[in-house]
C-alpha cells in the first residue's frame, strides 16, 4: 500500500529558511498536500500540488515536487516562531478519496 | 472564513458505550471524511461520504462504525460498542465537488478516550 515518511523534527532559527522533507511510494499520487497542525488545534491546509507540477510558490512557502525519486519539499521562508508546528506531508490518488498521511515533522523555531 | 466544526473538543467513556461524534462541515461543501489518529501514530483514514452514502472506507472503519448525515448541516461518526484501542484524537473533514485539488478541509477534532 501507500506509505509516505517524514523526518520526526527539525530546529532552525528564526529569520532562516525550512526545508522539510517528505518521500512517497505511490507511483499514481496525484495530488500532495502539506497541512499543519499546531498545539491542540486540528490540520490546516497550506498548500498543495498537483504530480505535473514540479514547483509551487505561495508567499513564504515554496513547494518542490521531484516525480522521479518521489521526493517532496516544503521550504519555509523567513522562519518565524508562529511557524512552530508539525508539518504533515499528505498524498491522494486520482481515483481515490483518502488522503495517506505522513508522521509528521515538528519544527522547532528558536529565537 | 468558512471553517469546519466538531463537538465535543473531548470525550471520555467507558468501554462497550456507544459515542456519536458530531461535525459541521462547510456549508457548501459535499464530501465528508472521518479521519483518527492514534496518540504517537500517523494520522489514518476512515471512511468519505458522499450523496447520502459511504463512498470509501478503510479497513478501521470495521462493522463498530457508522456514519450518518442526520439533517442538511451535522455528520456524524458513531461507534458502537468502544474498545480501549479507539482512543485517539477523530478528525473530520469536508471538500467541494472534485475538480482541481479537491483540497480537505479539516476540524480541530475530538479527543477521544476509552477507560
Known amino acids: 500500500g501507500e506509505d509516505v515518511e517524514q523526518s520526526l523534527f527539525l530546529s532552525v532559527r528564526e529569520g532562516d529558511s525550512s526545508v522539510i522533507n517528505c518521500t512517497y511510494t505511490d507511483s499514481s499520487s496525484t495530488y500532495l498536500y502539506w497541512y499543519k497542525q499546531e498545539p491542540g488545534a486540528g490540520l490546516q491546509l497550506l498548500t498543495y500540488?498537483?504530480?505535473?507540477?514540479d514547483m509551487k510558490q505561495d508567499q513564504r512557502l515554496t513547494v518542490l515536487l521531484n516525480k522521479k525519486d518521489k521526493h517532496l519539499s516544503l521550504r519555509i521562508a523567513d522562519t518565524q516562531t508562529g511557524d512552530s508546528a508539525i508539518y504533515f506531508c499528505?498524498?491522494?490518488?486520482?481515483?481515490?478519496?483518502?488522503?495517506?498521511f505522513g508522521s509528521g515533522t515538528r519544527l522547532q523555531v528558536q529565537p | 472564513e468558512p471553517e469546519v466544526t466538531q463537538t465535543p473538543s473531548h470525550q471520555v467513556t467507558q468501554m462497550g458505550q456507544e459515542v456519536i461524534l458530531r461535525c459541521v462541515p462547510i456549508?457548501?461543501?459535499?464530501?465528508f471524511y472521518w479521519y483518527r489518529q492514534i496518540l504517537g501514530q500517523k494520522v489514518e483514514f476512515l471512511v468519505s461520504f458522499y450523496n447520502n452514502e459511504i463512498s470509501e472506507k478503510s479497513e478501521i472503519f470495521d462493522d463498530q462504525f457508522s456514519v450518518e448525515r442526520p439533517d442538511g448541516s451535522n455528520f456524524t461518526l458513531k461507534i458502537r460498542s468502544t474498545k480501549l484501542e479507539d482512543s485517539a484524537m477523530y478528525f473530520c473533514?469536508?471538500?467541494?465537488?472534485?475538480?482541481?485539488?479537491?483540497?480537505?478541509?479539516f476540524g480541530p477534532g475530538t479527543r477521544l478516550l476509552v477507560l
Open positions: 456549508s457548501n461543501h459535499l464530501y
Open positions: 473533514a469536508s471538500s467541494e465537488i472534485p475538480g482541481g485539488g479537491e483540497t480537505q478541509y
Open positions: 499528505a498524498e491522494r490518488d486520482k481515483g481515490r478519496r483518502a488522503l495517506t
Open positions: 500540488i498537483f504530480s505535473n507540477m
